[in-house]
């Protein structure tokens, strides 16, 4: 109540002292619905959700005040969780009450915000406060921040103290840091370099129990002197010359006590070596990107659940390409933190109009040559036809299901899925897409197909039904033969939208950019509404 005050105050004195200038509210609206229907025959089952809350959502609604004249903004945000599955996908979780709140005053060059905010420091190595709700990731900084420009504006310098956000609450340990960012300009080449420093301190209760655990080990060589303190830093430069763009990043962090892969604490610094390097011209463009990670688990504290994403201070960029076809994004990999040497390489290229080519390669080995993950990729998308596109590919995937989804002792899964995707446009306001998939795999759940057609009639209606079908059954597949049917219909008024499907889910690792977690089936529908204003 105390934070609604405050955010109420803010506003009546822009409101009252710059009668001509009111500002601007605008806002937000987000809310799911789940309604769980029991189907042990995909293994959506034995879990409260299923057996007796039986619906359960979330939503967030966003007010934003801003007067650009004052120099003053404020953000609120109400969030509600009712036996919700967002944040742990077979526990539900039930809350509400202020999300997301701050006030933001400018002050020529320097800019103050109290209260929570989201904001990252180069690509993230070291520090990155954002949102993910997708996979139920809320990791915003409570504090102060502070900004400011320097000599004409051509160093740029960040500064913040605070906690992480949890749920409704805050994280004991202290988080500190600071950044500064620069632009130099010579002769046609440009350069912006970047340093970071960020400061972990862990309060009394974290640590003493991290000590004690310590102490309890039974093997006196691995035994070690915890530490309060935590330094991560960075070094980043992106330089443009010509046709070329460069980043690379080198990243460090002190030692301290992190899990090991089997949940073990152990003591040890951290680093991390990453760089892109892109080339583009009219109708040519190729990327290549390298990651070496050594025991880079930069958390809020070592005891925080892994598994559902909490305390995550830093985010490493993946090495890989967000696949959003429904067969290619089954097995994603996920940044390994305690260690892995990464490489992609990505090339387009429209050889004629209407014709475009891309290609594209991944490889990730552990430190000490362990095979991770192999992806190739290559697909061509033809829109010589008139009012209809065609997209034709191929992926093949090498997947170390023991390490990326803690299966030990199971094999390595191997892919090969052809991909075609057709679309074609009836009139200026109906259109039909078609996607069709096939895996072939001996391993995990065996081979798949699947198929969805999609119906528009711009600007509000959306149709679309879909089949994902066990073709070939592996003897490691809990559920055979299943048929995992999606019904989806969505409704567009202005930036109004709303959506409804009944959705049969296979168990699963869901990824976002790198950042991955392990969901079960779900059977069900969903609804959505989302707007703004």
Request: proline content about 4%; charged content about 15%; glycine content about 8%.
């Amino acid at each position: 109540m105390k934070k609604i005050l405050f955010l109420f105050a803010a506003s009546s004195i822009s409101f009252f002292t710059n009668a001509q200038n009111l500002g601007r509210i605008t806002g937000s609206l987000q809310y799911n619905q789940n309604f769980y229907q029991r189907d042990s025959t995909i293994g959506a089952s034995g879990n409260p959700l299923y057996d007796n809350r039986l619906s359960g959502g979330e939503g967030w609604l966003n007010l934003n005040y801003t007067n650009n004249e004052m120099g003053l903004s404020s953000q609120f945000r109400l969030d509600i969780f009712n036996n919700s599955n967002l944040h742990n996908p077979i526990s539900p979780y039930s809350a509400q009450g202020i999300g997301f709140w701050n006030v933001s005053k400018q002050f020529e060059k320097l800019t103050v915000t109290g209260g929570y905010f989201y904001d990252q420091f180069g690509s993230g190595i070291v520090f990155r406060a954002y949102e993910d709700r997708g996979l139920g990731i809320d990791n915003a900084m409570y504090g102060l921040q502070l900004k400011y420009k320097l000599f004409n504006d051509k160093i740029f310098i960040k500064a913040f103290t605070g906690q992480q956000k949890n749920l409704f609450s805050t994280y004991a340990p202290i988080v500190k840091g600071i950044n500064a960012e620069s632009f130099f300009d010579a002769n046609q080449v440009q350069f912006s370099p970047g340093i970071s420093i960020v400061n972990r301190t862990l309060d009394d209760a974290n640590f003493n129990a991290i000590k004690q655990e310590i102490i309890n080990m039974t093997s006196y060589d691995t035994k070690f002197i915890p530490k309060y303190n935590t330094y991560a830093y960075s070094l980043y430069n992106t330089t443009n010359f010509g046709n070329f763009s460069w980043y690379a990043e080198y990243a460090g962090k002190t030692s301290e006590a992190i899990r090991d892969y089997n949940g073990n604490l152990i003591n040890k610094p951290g680093s991390i070596i990453f760089s892109t390097l892109n080339y583009s011209v009219k109708g040519f463009g190729a990327t290549v990107q390298y990651k070496r990670t050594d025991y880079f688990k930069f958390r809020i504290d070592p005891n925080e659940n892994e598994v559902l994403l909490k305390g995550m201070v830093s985010f490493q960029p993946p090495i890989s390409q967000q696949n959003s076809l429904r067969l290619l994004s089954r097995y994603m990999p996920a940044t390994q933190e305690l260690g892995e040497q990464a490489a992609e390489a990505d090339v387009y290229w429209n050889p004629a109009k209407g014709y475009k080519l891309r290609g594209n390669y991944t490889h990730i080995d552990d430190n000490n040559g362990g095979f991770l993950y192999q992806e190739g990729y290559g697909d061509i998308e033809i829109k010589k036809l008139r009012k209809s596109t065609v997209d034709l590919g191929l992926q093949a995937v090498d997947y170390n299901l023991a390490v990326y989804q803690g299966h030990p002792g199971r094999p390595i899964v191997h892919t090969f899925v052809p991909f075609a995707e057709f679309s074609h446009k009836f009139s200026d306001t109906k259109s039909i897409r078609t996607e069709l998939q096939y895996m072939f795999c001996k391993e995990d759940y065996g081979s798949w197909a699947y198929a969805l057609v999609e119906y528009s009639i711009a600007p509000h209606y959306s149709f679309a039904v879909s089949d994902m079908y066990n073709t070939v059954v592996s003897q490691d597949n809990p559920h055979p033969q299943a048929h995992y049917y999606n019904f989806f219909a969505s409704y567009t008024e202005h930036s109004t939208r709303f959506t409804v499907a009944y959705v049969k889910q296979v168990a699963g690792v869901v990824c976002t950019g790198g950042v991955c977690r392990q969901e079960p089936a779900f059977s069900g529908v969903k609804m959505s509404i989302s707007t703004v204003f």
